[in-house]
């Protein structure tokens, strides 16, 4: 204990009196449960007749196990991917946010105590979050199926993304000065690399896809896919899904011999080296830089976020404040998340990797019926012409602030999907109006990178929401706005409309791929209304829940922990605990009733309905009227059930905040301080039996 110090024992005692990780605990092991309900349904279907049918049948078993096995470890590594961030990533940021950090620092405990103490029980009670489903999968070996390798390699696979993801979020921690943004940017290298990856797919199988010969490389294609191939096996080491790829390869492969012992013992090596790598190198980091860092954040002139612009921010033109102050708090000094410049840049090529994608299958396909020399030059003239005027509108729009930015920015959007537009028009044999498998093609894409886009706002909005009210509290700043004129509603409101703002360029990229949707045909302009309207009322879901989950919660790091994890519930994990319930308890029915649960819970899921609502014109064609009719009347009856549970938490927000501030009610016009009654006022006060004073 003496390496890690006393900060391990005091973190986890006060980890093991919170109640809500036994809660997240038993959630996780009622998911499993049901899930072993869903698998064993399919198997052995429930009937009228027979309620366990084939259940003597070794190979069925077996079968079973296996399916459970899998999805049992898929769930696993989701829960770890999405959990770790928001159980470690806070750590150290919510000292420093609660300004205890100092105090902390002040005493004789090092860099390393403080580090690991933090770092080693968020660990543990992962752990314990992970061997809660244990006894569940020990129920499969009675069954077979399952080879003790495969069990064994699954659960190492899991604790070393653990303790990558560990490691990457407490140095993240170190270097942010607040949790929602240590969240916030780690959960952003997760979606980063993982669209790399995807990047790089594209590119394997585009571009360097040609086997290499025997010998050294001879030529530059040669050189520059012998470089691809080594760049491809180093970053794909560490990816599940790519292991997973390549493990059934190798199983195929060995399917005569039946021996995939050495590819597996391979891929889990290359999977160990890559994360604990990680792990080590942003573990060390953390611990040489908390001193420096902290020094530097607290004492230094440069700005609140990393990789800030140091003086000349302060000296930067706002906008007046105005008749809303609080308003003017939230949307301009507090208006952005705190990433830094490694967060602008993984933003940035994030969505230049999104939008990327949408023109290449643009231009692709337009190349494609380009048939002579000068009008592919005129094509790519007029592309670059358009990609010129749209650098410098974005360049001009960095010297401006607040609306005129947001409007140039718009302007080069607008241009750019002209531009896209009329070089695809004007070309021979276009493609617009005529073959519609590039609309196909587009509907596609509009459809999963737009739903990728809108959760990732989603997430975004519920982390900033939730640590609003709790950001005053642990900042101590709360007092002096409640001793101010401003009423609890316009408190809140000010909050509410700052989280949705604080996401706006997230929204300009989910514009962006409506826009490549309707110059493409891929997105009707009923689709993008109807996506558009879905996607509103959903933020304004999950902005209320957050704000909720801010004023209910005594600290904000706990509050961020329950919104994101009741976002993560309403997004569509709730499929595998009502579907589960839904195929062991309701009876299969022949008739047209029998599908209207399965369209109430996808009408609950917004993932499915954000991507159903983005309609390409041609949908109601491979269905009947029926099915379309009753599938859109349970998607607007989920998006009506979500804005109404947005009313309903924004009315239980305001009640709670007033019981929690303790102020009395009073109407808008005696809750201000009236600056002429109080000069008109007399300045002598009578006294009783006295005359009044001087």
Known sequence: MHFVGPVLIYDMMRMARRSRFMLLRTFYVVLLFSLLATVYESYFPITQSNWFEGQGDPNTLAQFASTFFMWFMIIQWLAVLLLTPAYVAGSIAEEKHRKTLEYILATDLTNREVVLGKLVSRLGNLTLFILAGLPILSLTQLFGGVSPDLLWSGFIVTLMTMLSLSGLSIWISVLAKRPRDAILLTYLIIITYFALYGALLALKFGVFNAPLAGGSPSSPAEVAQLGFDWLWYVYTSGNVFQALYDLYEAIGASAATGGYGQALLGLLLRYVAFHGTIFLACTTLAVLRLRRVFIKQAYSSSSSSPGGRGKSHSRSRHPNVGKYPMLWKEVVCEGSFGLGWVGTMLTALVALLVIGFGLGILIWTALQRLVDRETILIFFAGLAAALALIMGLLLVSLAFRGAIRIVL???????????????????????????????????????????????????????????????????????????????????????????????????????????????????????????????????????????????????????????????????????????????????????????????????QTPIFVAGAAALQGNEFSGFSGREMLEVAAFCFVGVCTSELAAVLLWALTVERFKYTCGRITKSAPDARVDSASLANKPKNIPVSGGAAGP
Not at 510 to 529: F, M, N, Q, V, Y
Not at 567 to 573: L, M, Q, R, S
Request: hydrophobic share 55%.
């Open 409 to 603: 920015m718009l302007a080069a959007l607008g241009i750019g999907a002209v531009a896209v537009f009329l070089a695809l028009q004007l070309t021979p044999n276009s493609y617009l109006g005529a073959s519609g498998v590039i609309q196909e093609v587009m509907n596609v894409y509009v459809r999963i990178a737009g739903t990728a886009v809108a959760a990732l706002i989603w997430l975004a909005v519920t982390v900033r929401a939730a640590g609003s009210v709790g950001a005053e509290r642990d900042r101590q700043t709360l007092e002096s706005l409640l001793s101010s004129p401003l009423t609890n509603v316009e408190i809140l409101v000010a909050k509410w409309i700052g989280s949705v703002t604080a996401v706006r360029w997230l929204f300009l990229l989910l514009l962006a791929i409506w826009t490549l949707g309707l110059i493409s045909g891929g997105l009707s302009p009923i689709g993008l209304l109807l996506v558009a309207g879905t996607v509103a009322i959903y933020t304004a879901f999950c902005c209320s829940l957050g704000l909720f989950c801010s004023v209910h919660c005594s600290t904000s790091l706990r509050a961020m922990l329950w919104a994101v994890s009741a976002v993560i519930v309403w997004g569509g994990a709730h499929l595998f605990c009502t579907g589960s319930c839904m195929a062991m308890f309701l009876i299969r029915s022949s008739g047209p009733a029998g599908e209207w649960p399965l369209f109430f819970l996808l009408g």
